[in-house]
T-cell receptor, first 117, second 111 residues
Framework: GAGVSQSPSNKVTEKGKDVELRCDPI?????LYWYRQSLGQGLEFLIY????????KSGLPSDRFSAERTGGSVSTLTIQRTQQEDSAVYLC???????????????FGPGTRLTVT | DAKTTQPTSMDCAEGRAANLPCNHS???????VYWYRQIHSQGPQYIIH???NNETNEMASLIITEDRKSSTLILPHATLRDTAVYYC????????????FGSGTRLSIRP
């Protein structure tokens, strides 16, 4: 079946511009996660959604970052007034659910490579 | 989160078994061990997970020591396509369920 998809695959933007990154999770997955990976670095958690609500936004690096999810499916990560340090690969993942007793495996998309010039 | 420690890099000959170790000495009794891998320029890929019993699937086997303080991921017949960074992760039971990735082991498969 179809996996997690993300668009665009690559985005080059000028410093100060706003960008929107999109994630389409696997059908039926209620949990959705955003991570980012800077060049040569590990993955950094940003935010996760259970349905349309985001109980954990602790990883968002600043108030320039926001995310929403509508209809329990597609999610958009928005970065306002982009800075060069925002350059990274932004990865989205989805899983069946969020459980207090079992951590379901997460399936990742291919990522969006963001370059801020 | 319980921390994991892995070797920075390893290499293995094509066709041989690749054994990737992971230490997680502070793991709690109900925390699972997960393995993911990330092939260059791709998103991480789930491989396998286990609690205390050894597990096997079509990709790999996971051997967890009886005291659960360490584990080994085994790729039985490594191919060049298995070249990747392999992450050993202990999943915390919380409402977040986010994955905390460490630095992983960079596995190189030589022809």
């Amino acid at each position: 079946g179809a996996g997690v998809s993300q668009s665009p695959s690559n985005k080059v933007t000028e410093k100060g511009k706003d960008v929107e990154l999109r994630c389409d999770p696997i059908s039926g997955h209620t949990a959705l996660y955003w991570y980012r990976q800077s060049l040569g670095q590990g993955l950094e958690f940003l935010i996760y959604f259970q349905g349309n609500s985001a109980p954990d936004k602790s990883g968002l690096p600043s108030d320039r970052f926001s995310a929403e999810r509508t209809g329990g499916s597609v999610s958009t990560l928005t970065i306002q007034r982009t800075q060069q340090e925002d350059s990274a690969v932004y990865l989205c993942a989805s899983s069946l659910a969020i459980s207090s007793t079992f951590p379901y495996e997460q399936y990742f998309g291919p990522g969006t490579r963001l370059t801020v010039t | 989160d319980a921390k994991t420690t892995q070797p920075t890099s390893m290499d293995c000959a094509e066709g041989r078994a690749a054994n990737l170790p992971c230490n997680h000495s502070t793991i709690s009794g109900n925390e699972y061990v997960y393995w993911y891998r990330q092939i260059h320029s791709q998103g991480p890929q789930y491989i396998i997970h286990g609690l205390k019993n050894n597990e096997t699937n079509e990709m790999a086997s996971l051997i967890i020591t009886e005291d659960r303080k360490s584990s080994t991921l085994i790729l039985p017949h490594a191919t060049l396509r298995d070249t990747a960074v392999y992450y050993c992760i202990v999943r915390v039971y919380s409402s977040a369920s986010k994955i905390i990735f460490g630095s992983g082991t960079r596995l190189s498969i030589r022809p």
